[in-house]
């Protein structure tokens, strides 16, 4: 279990995370213990149990995040819950982010591609990462508060990315430091969103996840309150959009080192172009879902990628597992990359194959959205941003990748430097 406190901590910010989990489970298997900042906790690489712990038993395993994360996110977002209150407010998100709910912002969202690649035009060097964090927050921005641009707008950008800088910085809560910075961001916030919800709530007429919550606070039952409203709201904004950045980023980075399905999947998107100029019309729904390549390259990037190498759990009494005993209040922490990593699930796990995905993965080998009470109800999304950015971006622009191989976390795993590149126009 390494020193006590200290335990592997050290050794898990120094050495790669990846390497630290797949020495581990190499030397002591599927299940072993460890501790990471004072914590006794158990590393889970088996999809059998992690099923579960996420699914089967989650109500044994409360989901845990460091004090300071909760408090700037705002303790009432979902992640946070268990129980009724998480179930309720997990089904008004989850229909917010149906496919039948977002269908409708196919448009709005080509709209953000299309301007966004504009700018590329005149651009000598792109760091993918930093533009696609301006796409996939534009996105979220969508989701939640609909296509009828509010005054408040403005003011929430620049507040979240103070916001943002904080969250990944040290809880340090002294003048000046990015963490009080970000905690009065997060008032700042709070303020501008108390307003808008004052304002929608004199006219109706409104969109987005914000809607959706508001409304449900007329019909009665569980009435959610201003703050219950806007933590989720920040929540969501902050689970959307440096998740699909760097999976967006990572799509780039593999496409680029795979130029032969790089030109199979251009092809595939040359035809959709073909078809939408033919009837001169713009993407659509059901376009994204005549993509089967593009489709597969996306969740082999998820698969590839792990973004979310794995997730914490916090075991709620004493709980006995396939004959281990994990006891009350030890963490848990189902290692999603290890098991996408496994070659017995995923035959040569290094190589970046979408035709693996040309069968269904076997059920709880694969889960770049988690799995059970808390998986992503934002999944469908992402997956749509990231098809109908690939569209644009193959017929319209070839990339090179500048700078070296390598990996960074920030938290994310990401591409070196965020994936520099230039970009020339595609050729027919
Ligand atoms: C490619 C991009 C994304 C990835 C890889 C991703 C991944 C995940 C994963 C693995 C979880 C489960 C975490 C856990 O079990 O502890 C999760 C939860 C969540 N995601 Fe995503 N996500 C992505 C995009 C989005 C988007 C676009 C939204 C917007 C709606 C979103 C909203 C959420 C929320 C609200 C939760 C918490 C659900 C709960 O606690 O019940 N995510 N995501
Ligand atoms: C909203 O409800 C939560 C949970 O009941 C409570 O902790 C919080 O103080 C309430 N906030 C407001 C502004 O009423």
């Known amino acids: 279990m390494g020193w006590p406190y200290i335990g592997e901590t050290l050794k898990l910010y120094t050495e790669n995370p990846n390497s630290f989990f797949s020495n ?34 989650s109500h044994m395993f409360k989901p845990t995040y460091p004090p300071s994360k909760e408090k700037m996110i705002g303790p009432e ?17 989850q229909s917010s982010f ?27 060097t792109i760091n993918t990462l930093r533009e696609m964090k301006k796409y996939a927050f534009e996105v979220a921005m969508l ?64 969109e987005g996840l914000l809607e959706a919550l508001l409304s449900n606070e007329e019909e009665g039952k569980i009435k959610l309150n ?46 959709i172009r073909r078809k939408r100029l033919e009837a001169n019309r713009r993407i659509t729904w059901d376009d994204t879902r005549q993509m089967p390549l593009s489709t597969r390259v996306i969740q082999e990037t998820l698969r590839a990628a792990s973004i979310l190498s794995f997730t914490y759990r916090e075991a709620v009494e004493d709980v006995e597992m ?16 290890s098991i996408h990593y496994s070659a ?11 035709s693996r995905f040309e069968v269904a993965p076997r059920p709880n080998t ?11 109800p934002g999944s469908e999304l992402a997956k749509l941003e990231m098809l109908v950015f690939l569209h644009h971006l193959t017929i319209t622009f070839q990339w090179e990748v500048i700078g070296e191989d390598g990996v960074q976390y920030g938290p994310f795993p990401v591409p070196r430097d965020g994936l520099p590149i230039k970009v020339y126009p595609a050729k027919c």
């Open 24 to 57: 581990r489970e190499k030397r002591y298997g599927e299940i072993f213990k460890t501790h990471i900042l004072g914590c006794p906790c158990v590393m889970i690489s088996s999809p059998k149990l992690a099923k579960i712990v996420l699914v089967s038993q």
């Open 77 to 93: 977002a979902v992640f946070f819950h268990q129980g009724p209150y998480h179930s309720h407010l997990k089904k008004l998100i």
């Open 98 to 124: 149906l496919p039948s709910a977002i269908k409708g912002s196919v448009s709005q969202i080509e709209d953000i591609v299309l301007r966004l690649l504009l700018t590329w035009e005149h651009s000598n």
């Open 143 to 206: 989701s939640v508060f609909g296509n009828k641009l509010e005054s408040e707008i403005e003011g929430i950008r620049d507040l979240y990315q103070c916001l943002e800088k904080g969250y990944n910085s040290m809880p340090l809560d002294l003048p000046g430091t990015p963490f009080n910075k970000a905690m009065k961001a997060r008032k700042g916030l709070n303020q501008k969103l108390r307003r808008m919800i004052e304002k929608r709530k004199e006219k109706s007429g409104g």
């Open 226 to 271: 201003e703050s219950q409203i806007a933590d989720n709201i920040i929540g969501v904004i902050f689970a959307a959009h440096d998740t699909t950045a760097s999976v967006l980023t990572w799509l780039l980075k593999y496409l680029h080192d795979n130029p032969h399905l790089l030109h199979d999947v251009k092809r595939e998107q040359e035809e």
């Open 322 to 337: 396939e004959g281990y005993l994990i006891p009350k209040g030890w963490k848990v922490l189902p290692l999603f990359r």
């Open 344 to 354: 017995e699930f995923f035959p040569h796990p290094h190589k970046f194959d979408p």
């Open 366 to 376: 694969y889960m770049p959205f988690g799995n059970g009470a808390h998986s992503c």
